[in-house]
């Protein structure tokens, strides 16, 4: 495999995702030399499209550099290919004379592969590097790009944790995940004491009542005279609609490409805020969506997420080289290893935070759930406890 190496980069950007790029094509350098590494430019439609960029010209400096850059380089795409798109993409290879694809991203990346390795029948490999900030992959233990926005998002509730206490009231933060609540999770991570918030924490993986959300808020509020509260923004009622297809009226919701409920951007801090005025009335209460901040924020870029993305590109190298297949992060109890599986196994599916990662009966992390929180996303600032 010494011809032609094609890069590319899907879905959402991450503070980490030019790590495993970079990390993919120095490796190529060194165990290739003089292969051509080409960087498709807007994911899978610069493959369609014939757009590149020559990654084996740009010196290594200038690359390492890109590495620490937030975002991805590369530009990226929601491009969800099917069959017969996957089919335009596997021409468009074959006439750069690709001899292995190697694919940045999560769930809808990993399906791709799967697609264009089934379609190549063996003629190129196919690769998938992960990379997400919901942490949602099957197979992994965690994904590239989540612990950076776990930073952000822990530093950020711990922030408004101390905000409430010198001024009391209720604050609600919607964390992006829409089918997986690990990310709004990290919410907890730096929590002070038993005191501190959030008080509360609702996930995809439970159904939401606005009513039992009033009721906990106001329970909440007699405990710790504040409530800080961390929202999935993908959290759903019993009846498995999304919370904002509740909230909001129909003639407001808005849907991507795919059919799914826009739920960025939406007016669901607007319709919480509603339902705190209306249950609550009199009580101080804010809604923040947090939105992209989280997901690659230059100012919390964690050194262990930035090598292990890296590490997860050069080793897709490799990965290539024995045929094609997917990257994944495991942990074998005491550090994070690397490992080939299956692209069966991780396309199209998704991994659910643990039921165990919380308390059964209320909406807390449970010790299980810091314990992997913890180990992910430790303490990064030492603070004083407020005397209120």
């Given at each position: 495999?010494?011809g032609?190496?094609v890069?590319a980069?899907?879905g ?9 790029m970079v990390?993919?094509?120095l490796?190529?350098?060194k165990?290739?030399p ?6 498709s430019?807007?994911?899978?439609r610069g493959?369609r499209?014939g757009?590149y960029?020559?990654?084996s010209a ?8 890109i590495?620490?850059?937030p975002?991805?380089?590369?530009g990226s795409t929601?491009?969800?290919p099917?069959a017969a798109?996957c089919?335009v993409?596997?021409?468009g290879?074959?006439?750069a004379g ?18 264009l390795?089934?379609?190549a029948?063996g003629t190129m490999?196919?690769v998938h590097a ?10 992994n233990d965690?994904t590239?790009g989540f612990i950076?926005a776990?930073e952000f998002v822990a530093?950020?509730f ?9 001024l009391?009231g ?5 964390v992006m ?9 990290a919410a907890a ?9 959030p ?7 439970r159904p939401f009542?606005a ?6 808020v106001r329970a909440?509020?007699d405990?710790h005279k504040r ?8 959290v ?6 999304a919370?904002?297809?509740?909230l909001?009226?129909?003639d407001?919701?808005e ?5 799914n409920?826009k739920?960025s951007?939406s007016?669901l ?5 509603r339902a705190?005025?209306e249950?609550?009335?009199g009580?101080r209460?804010r ?11 230059v100012?919390?870029?964690s050194?262990v997420?930035?090598?292990e993305a890296?590490?997860?590109g050069a080793f897709a190298?490799?990965?290539?080289e024995?045929?094609g297949g997917s990257?994944?992060l495991?942990?074998d109890?005491?550090k994070?290893?690397?490992?080939k ?6 396309a ?5 935070m643990?039921d165990d ?11 299980a759930g ?6 992910l996303v430790?303490e ?8 209120v």
């Amino acid at each position: 495999m010494s011809g032609t190496f094609v890069i590319a980069q899907g879905g959402g950007p991450t503070a980490v995702i030019n790590q495993t790029m970079v990390g993919a094509a120095l490796e190529i350098r060194k165990r290739h030399p003089g292969a051509k590494v080409l960087g498709s430019i807007h994911g899978v439609r610069g493959i369609r499209d014939g757009n590149y960029a020559d990654l084996s010209a740009i010196p290594e400096e200038q690359l390492r550099l890109i590495a620490a850059t937030p975002s991805a380089a590369l530009g990226s795409t929601r491009d969800k290919p099917d069959a017969a798109y996957c089919e335009v993409i596997l021409n468009g290879l074959k006439k750069a004379g690709a001899d292995a694809f190697i694919y940045i991203g999560g769930n809808d990346t990993s399906g791709t592969q799967q697609i264009l390795t089934d379609a190549a029948g063996g003629t190129m490999a196919f690769v998938h590097a992960p990379k997400t900030i919901d942490n949602d992959l099957e197979e992994n233990d965690h994904t590239p790009g989540f612990i950076s926005a776990a930073e952000f998002v822990a530093g950020a509730f711990l922030s408004v944790d101390l905000d409430f206490r010198a001024l009391p009231g209720i604050y609600v933060g919607i964390v992006m995940g829409r089918h997986a609540g690990f990310l709004t999770a990290a919410a907890a991570a730096w929590q002070l004491d038993p005191d501190s918030g959030p008080h509360l924490v609702y996930v995809p993986e439970r159904p939401f009542s606005a009513a039992g959300f009033i009721d906990d808020v106001r329970a909440t509020l007699d405990r710790h005279k504040r409530c800080i509260v961390a929202v999935s923004e993908g959290v759903s009622t019993a009846d498995g609609k999304a919370l904002v297809e509740s909230l909001v009226p129909p003639d407001k919701l808005e849907r991507d490409a795919h059919g799914n409920v826009k739920l960025s951007g939406s007016d669901l801090p607007a319709a919480l805020e509603r339902a705190l005025a209306e249950g609550l009335p009199g009580k101080r209460a804010r809604v923040d969506a947090l939105g992209y901040m989280p997901r690659g924020y230059v100012g919390a870029i964690s050194a262990v997420d930035a090598q292990e993305a890296f590490d997860a590109g050069a080793f897709a190298v490799a990965v290539a080289e024995e045929g094609g297949g997917s990257v994944a992060l495991q942990y074998d109890g005491t550090k994070t290893v690397l490992k080939k599986v299956p692209l069966k196994n991780v396309a199209g599916k998704t991994r659910h935070m643990p039921d165990d990662f919380m308390k059964p009966d209320v909406n807390q992390l449970s010790e299980a759930g810091m314990a992997y929180l913890k180990r992910l996303v430790p303490e990064k600032y030492k603070v004083g406890k407020p005397f209120v």
